[in-house]
Structures are given as structure tokens and as C-alpha cells.
């Protein structure tokens, strides 16, 4: 697997399983990052998160773009949750969500949203067949079909 096309190109089109891959790698790069971070810098963290999903921004995007092409949709569909975790993060940064402590009705809505696109995304990306054979994005990428 070429994973340098993967996350860093949105043109063609992936299969579920690649997008599986790219997305559990993602987290997981998500994950430990923000933990490490919030450990060693505490309530100071949230200028970092912020940048550190700035930084796992445009792989999310190429690996999700890739995905709704292959489902024959606009892959611009796939910013539409990296947006939120983004506004939501600057907030943070800026207070109005709240702390975990006291969240407001702002970190609320971000949460609510937050859901809601990733499960559109987890059935629509993740369970739903991509278009049998080729279209307007490229190839089939499970090849003959």
C-alpha cells in the first residue's frame, strides 16, 4: 500500500478497507499525540491540540475525499468534519466552550455535531459499496468489475 498517495493525494478513488486503514492510523497518530500533549502541558494544551489538527487536517481530507469519490460524491464532502473538530478546537483555544469541567452549550453543540457527521461518515464511507465500476473520479479500485 502506498501510504504517501494515501494521505497526501485526493485524486482516484480507495476502497473501504484502505479508507479503514487510513482513518484507524489517523486516530490513532490523534490519540497518543493529544494525550502526550495534554500530559506534559496540561490546561496550556490547547493551543497545541489546535495545531496538531491543523496538521492532521489535509490527510483526513485526502483520505476521505478519495472514499467519497469512490461512493461517487464530491470528496469537498469530506471537510465538512475535519471543519468541525477544527471550530470546535479554536473555542477552546479562545474559551468559549467551556473547560471539561464546565462545558457550555457551544461544546455541546460541537459534541452533538461532532456525532452526527461521523456517523454519516462511518455508514457512508465506511459500510456502504463504492460505485461498481468506473466513474467521473477514476478506476474501480478493487479492479474488474
Known sequence: ??????????????????????????????????WVLA????????IALLVLQLVL????YAVGAKRFQDRNKAGILALILPVIGLLSQL??????SGDVAAPSTLSYVFMLATAAVAIWYLIDLGILKGTTGPNQYGPYPLGVA
Not at 494521505?7 to 476502497?15: D, Q
Not at 500530559?39 to 490547547?46: E, N, P, S, T, V
Open 1 to 34: 500500500m502506498d501510504f504517501a498517495a494515501l494521505f497526501i493525494s485526493t485524486e482516484g478513488r480507495i476502497n473501504r478497507a484502505k479508507w479503514w486503514i487510513g482513518m484507524i492510523l489517523i486516530a490513532m497518530v490523534n490519540i497518543v499525540l493529544s
Open 39 to 46: 500530559a506534559a502541558l496540561g490546561r496550556a494544551a490547547a
Open 57 to 60: 487536517l489535509y490527510p483526513g
Open 91 to 96: 473555542s477552546a483555544v479562545f474559551g468559549l
